[in-house]
């Protein structure tokens, strides 16, 4: 077991039913780490996400967190371990009868003992962070998709968690929007040290940001490329290379 | 060969050229608004080893009408060995065609979706039915813990949900009920005062009424009126929260949905209903001396003593507990099928058919046995 390994995923391979998404994936997520996972439109980056993050059992394999297996400890520890994660959905998954103050701030009511008033200034500053700042009272029903992905990054950093799992975070989003956002995942990493896992197809993002990656592929129906994004792009697989080039090789 | 429609729209020609070449002719004009030729048209002069070749000199106008003739053609020729020269096409309908083959169609994609008999489909809805079982039991359960929590005080939801939920439920569903109620109220004073006056004693329409209404139709008609507006509309709400990711944010949180956002819709419907079914007696018994007292010449007062006479603290108890009863049911199986909703928009759809269906389904088996229980208790 690797000493700094946060995350670990072992032979995990998720179907729905007889049809098999992905097969056999293998790869570790380092304390630290901003880790990619890429491919194609449909390859499985979400279904394989929702194996890491307990929602979907997988059909054989194991994820492990510091070390537990997620999916055969009791609930009472998957409940625990799954406190540890924040998790952006990929199209903000904001709770629609709630006001985005009342979004951000059910976390911080059900797991800490914050006052009133350290819960709005904590929902007022993450708000600010994505950009959003004034927007406590809206609804979702009254956002854009884009201003709702950047609530739902809001809520997912709002018990600042150890690990923040993000589905396409810039899809959806204008390109200096999507460089801000970029930004905040890695002054995350940097100052609250938070390992954080991407899933994502913008390019710029993935070779701006991403210090370990993962490509699914979705006609083998498994990983073909392992590593950094940046040397992907000059020595992995073909296809990686054709993704990452924007299918201009 | 030469195969046209008429002198404006489209022409096809076929003409051999030595052993090997089957020069296709594409002329006039291919689009989708007109009635195009099917790629089978071809088939008979298709043979193996043989070369297929366009001449498009004669093509005035052409849209997706000619690429998916094409489109057919050549996966018929794939068929049967034929290659295909596509030189003679135009330059935009090579590029076309290329990028629609450029991404093979993915194996699992395509569904076989073959015409099952009646017998057969008959079949596996009852498989499924069965199948069904054990998640409905398992929600039970899971509903029966969560109001174990509520009563240990442990159960997390917001109070502000909960009356939201009751006046969604309850002041908003009157209109609908008293319509209803007054009516089925009028249809059993006549129906009571044909059949009474065969013997003389429409007095009685006041008992027929008052009982019927209290114990038995107040809680039927609110049960089913809250089925089609309630039950759907719960299955819809939590559908939508399915398909938006709504519910897995909560689980990943550790908030139970089931505390969250089916407790306060239970308990809404468990509280409302049986008021509703109240007031649906109270209005029905209203129709009745209406009606009694402007066509069947009872006086208002005679029928007020009567109906007092007749209606005893138990027919009370009963329609109250039908009624609490049938709350549970419809929100049980909105709920449900909210829960149990997939993640696309259609599925929301049937969520909410299907909330009515198993709501007033449940509404029906648990009327009849609460009639058996209560006659064989005598109440
Ligand atoms: N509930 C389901 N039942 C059956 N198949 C499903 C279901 N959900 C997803 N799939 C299939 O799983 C595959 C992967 O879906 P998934 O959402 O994980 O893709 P993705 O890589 O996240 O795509 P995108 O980048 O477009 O978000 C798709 O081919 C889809 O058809
Ligand atoms: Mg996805």
Not at chain 1, 164 to 177: A, C, R, Y
Not at chain 1, 187 to 202: F, P, Q, W
Not at chain 2, 124 to 129: D, I, L, N, R
């Amino acid at each position: 077991m690797h000493e700094a390994a946060h995350i670990e995923v072992r032979d995990l391979t998720m179907a729905y039913g007889e049809f098999v998404i992905q097969r056999d994936l293998n790869f570790v997520v380092s304390k630290g780490d901003i880790f990619v996972i890429m491919g194609g439109s449909g390859c499985g980056k979400t279904t394989v996400m929702r194996a890491m993050i307990g929602l979907q059992r997988p059909a054989k394999g194991a994820v492990f967190y510091g070390g537990e297996d997620f999916w055969s400890v009791e609930h009472e520890e998957q409940e625990r371990l799954k406190r540890r994660l924040g998790i952006m959905f990929q199209g903000g998954a904001l709770w629609s009868s709630m006001t985005l103050g009342e979004n951000i701030a059910l976390p911080l009511k059900e797991y800490t003992a914050l006052s009133s008033r350290q819960r709005a200034e904590i929902v007022s500053f993450k708000l600010a962070l994505v950009g959003l700042a004034g927007f406590e009272e809206f609804y979702p029903s009254e956002l854009s998709g884009g201003m709702k992905k950047r609530a739902g990054l809001a809520r997912a950093m709002a018990l600042d968690p150890d690990i923040l799992v993000i589905d396409e975070p810039s899809s959806g989003l204008d390109p200096p929007t999507a460089r801000r956002l970029d930004d905040l995942i890695l002054e995350l990493r940097d100052s609250l040290e938070t390992t954080i896992v991407v899933i994502s197809h913008d390019l710029a993002s993935i070779l701006a940001i991403g210090t370990n990656s993962i490509f699914l592929d979705a006609e083998t129906h498994t990983m073909i490329n392992t590593g950094k994004p940046k040397e992907a792009v000059a020595s992995g697989d073909p296809k990686v290379r054709h993704f990452l080039t924007r299918g201009a090789e | 060969m030469v195969r046209n429609s008429n002198e404006r729209q489209w022409q096809l020609d076929t003409r051999r050229i030595g052993d090997d070449l089957l020069e296709v002719s594409c002329g006039g004009r291919w689009r989708q608004d007109q009635d195009l030729p099917a790629a089978g048209v071809i088939l008979p002069e298709l043979g193996d080893g043989l070369r297929l070749s366009f001449n498009t000199a004669q093509l005035s106008a052409w849209d997706t009408g000619f690429l998916a003739f094409l489109r057919a053609l050549f996966a018929l020729c794939a068929e049967r060995g034929v290659s295909i020269d596509q030189e003679g096409l135009p330059k935009g309908v090579r590029h076309l065609l290329a990028m629609a083959a450029a991404v093979p169609e993915q194996k699992a994609a395509r569904r076989s979706s073959t015409q099952q008999s009646m017998l057969f489909q008959v079949g596996a809805a009852t498989v499924a039915f069965f199948r069904g079982a054990p998640e409905m039991l398992r929600f039970l359960g899971e509903i029966t813990l969560s109001f174990g929590r509520l009563f240990r005080g442990r159960a997390r939801f917001r109070l502000s949900d909960l009356w939201w939920e009751i006046e969604e439920v309850g002041p908003r569903a009157l209109g609908i009920v008293s319509v209803i109620s007054f009516l089925v109220g009028l249809i059993l004073a006549y129906l009571g005062a044909d059949q009474l006056r065969l013997v003389g004693a429409q007095i009685f329409i006041a008992d027929l009424v008052a009982i019927g209404m209290v114990r038995e139709v107040g809680a039927l008609m609110t049960g089913i009126i809250i089925a089609g507006r309630t039950g759907a509309a719960f299955a819809a709400q939590l559908g939508t929260m399915q398909v938006n990711e709504e519910i897995d944010a909560f689980k990943t949180l550790g908030v139970s949905p089931v505390d969250f956002l089916v407790l306060p819709r239970m308990l809404a419907l468990m509280l409302m209903v049986p008021l509703l079914t109240l007031y649906a007696g109270f209005v029905g018994m209203l129709a009745g001396l209406l009606v009694s007292a402007t066509i069947f010449d009872i006086g208002m007062f005679e029928y007020y003593i009567e109906t007092l006479r007749a209606l005893e603290l138990k027919h009370f108890l009963v329609g109250l507990s039908k009624g609490s009863v049938y709350g549970a049911m419809v929100a049980y199986a909105g709920c449900l099928r909210g829960m149990q909703c997939g993640r696309s928009a259609e599925s929301v759809g049937e969520a909410a058919t299907s909330a009515v269906v198993t709501g007033i389904l449940l509404i029906t088996i648990s009327a009849s046995l609460m009639t058996i229980i209560f006659y064989r208790l005598g109440i």
